[in-house]
T-cell receptor, first 109, second 113 residues
Framework: GIQVEQSPPDLILQEGANSTLRCNFSDSVNNLQWFHQNPWGQLINLFY???GTKQNGRLSATTVATERYSLLYISSSQTTDSGVYFC???????????FGKGTHLIIQP | NAGVTQTPKFRVLKTGQSMTLLCAQDMNHEYMYWYRQDPGMGLRLIHYSVGEGTTAKGEVPDGYNVSRLKKQNFLLGLESAAPSQTSVYFCASSRFGLSTEAFFGQGTRLTVV
């Protein structure tokens, strides 16, 4: 099946810093989503972005499908941005989302 | 508009007991999914459904059964719970399958002792 690799696995930043999270995938995709899992375990939809660029406030994402990667940018980090960020894709003949192992982000005050 | 709602939120089972997890969505979505999340891992697909009356196996289906008798509901059953099934279970739905956004419930934390 399709492989999804996220980097870095862990990231610790000070409040106000910017960050870039990367998602590489091994096959062409029909669907790519970014999620934030907050400390209470809820999965929050950030972006549905199989290709192109989107922005939502301090967050933006870019997917370059032909090169099989996606980037999530977080600017001016806040402590509420802490949690795990997951990239998930549908591709390689799969019928549901395949998740990466996530990037664990800690924003310190 | 509640989105995707899972019942219960927490449960402790003894080995060998059975239980059913309920997922309900009010978005009139065709596709529904059950995932499990283990520590330090992303989510893995257990079973899914492409419409009322249909079910199909995902990546880790063993030990689970599912039913989709009504479009808005997707049930996940454990016939004889094992400690290896201790996990957080998430239900999701999407309007269609491959090219539409999926939305997740709040999760069910299940412990099998």
């Amino acid at each position: 099946g399709i492989q999804v690799e996220q980097s870095p696995p862990d990231l610790i930043l000070q409040e106000g810093a910017n960050s870039t999270l990367r998602c590489n995938f091994s096959d062409s995709v029909n669907n790519l989503q970014w999620f934030h899992q907050n400390p209470w375990g809820q999965l929050i939809n950030l972006f549905y972005i199989p290709s192109g660029t989107k922005q939502n406030g301090r967050l933006s994402a870019t997917t370059v499908a032909t090169e099989r990667y996606s980037l999530l940018y977080i600017s001016s980090s806040q402590t509420t941005d802490s949690g795990v960020y997951f990239c998930a894709v549908i591709g390689g003949g799969a019928d549901g989302l395949t998740f990466g192992k996530g990037t664990h982000l800690i924003i310190q005050p | 508009n509640a989105g995707v709602t899972q019942t219960p939120k927490f449960r402790v089972l003894k080995t060998g007991q059975s239980m059913t997890l309920l997922c309900a969505q009010d978005m009139n979505h065709e596709y529904m999914y059950w995932y499990r999340q283990d520590p330090g891992m992303g989510l893995r697909l257990i079973h899914y459904s492409v419409g009322e009356g249909t079910t199909a196996k995902g990546e880790v289906p063993d030990g689970y059964n599912v039913s989709r008798l009504k479009k808005q509901n997707f049930l996940l059953g454990l016939e004889s719970a094992a400690p290896s099934q201790t996990s957080v279970y998430f239900c999701a739905s999407s309007r269609f399958g491959l090219s539409t956004e999926a939305f997740f419930g709040q999760g069910t934390r299940l412990t099998v002792v």
